[in-house]
C-alpha cells in the first residue's frame, strides 16, 4: 500500500466513531455540528438571570421548568465578537458528561439549522494548528457538499467543573430570591 493510502485508512477509521446524526447551527458564518444524542432540547432565548464571578462566556442560568440550567454564550466562549438577538437566536440544552456526572447546559447560538447524517467518509480529523491552538474539543470537519462544518466534542467545549460551579451559583442566587 502506498503512504497516501494508509493515510486515509487512517482517518477512515479515526472517523468511523464519530459518524452519525449532529444537529447543526450557526455562528455567524461559521457553521458546526453536534452530536445529536447530547441535545436535550432546544428553546427560544428567555430571561436569563446573571450570576456574579463567572468567567465572560456564563450569560447566566435559566430555570427550565424548575431545574436551573447554566447558559454559556457559545460565541463569546470562542472569542468571537458579539452579535444582536434575533427571532432566530436560540439556545440548545446539551447534555454534558464527565466522569460519572450529566449536567444540562444551555449554549446561545444564532441560529439552528438541521440535522445532517454524516458518514465516516465525510469526517476528517481536526487539522492541526501547532502547540499553542487548543483543538481538543473538534471531533472533526464533516464536509458537507461545498462547505465544512465543524464538530463539536461539546464535553470538552463545555468544563463540567466550571458548569457545576456556576449552576451551584445559580441555584444558590434562586434560592435567595424565594426568601
Known sequence: MTETMVK????????????????TFALGPEEYGLEILKVREIIGIMDITAVPQTPDYVKGVINLRGQVIPV?????????????TTDQTCIIVVEISQGDRD??????????????????????DAPQFGIDVDTE????????????KILLDIDKV??????????QAGQARSEDKQD
Open 8 to 23: 486515509q485508512n487512517r482517518q477512515i477509521q479515526s472517523a468511523q466513531g464519530k459518524e452519525g446524526k449532529y444537529l
Open 72 to 84: 454559556v454564550d457559545l460565541r463569546a466562549k470562542f472569542g468571537m465578537a458579539t452579535a444582536e
Open 103 to 124: 449536567i444540562n447546559t444551555g449554549i446561545v447560538v444564532d441560529r439552528v439549522q438541521e440535522v445532517l447524517d454524516i458518514t465516516a467518509e465525510q469526517i476528517e
Open 137 to 148: 474539543f473538534i471531533l472533526g470537519m464533516g464536509k458537507i457538499n461545498d462547505s465544512v
Open 158 to 167: 463545555l468544563s463540567t467543573g466550571e458548569m457545576l460551579q456556576i449552576r
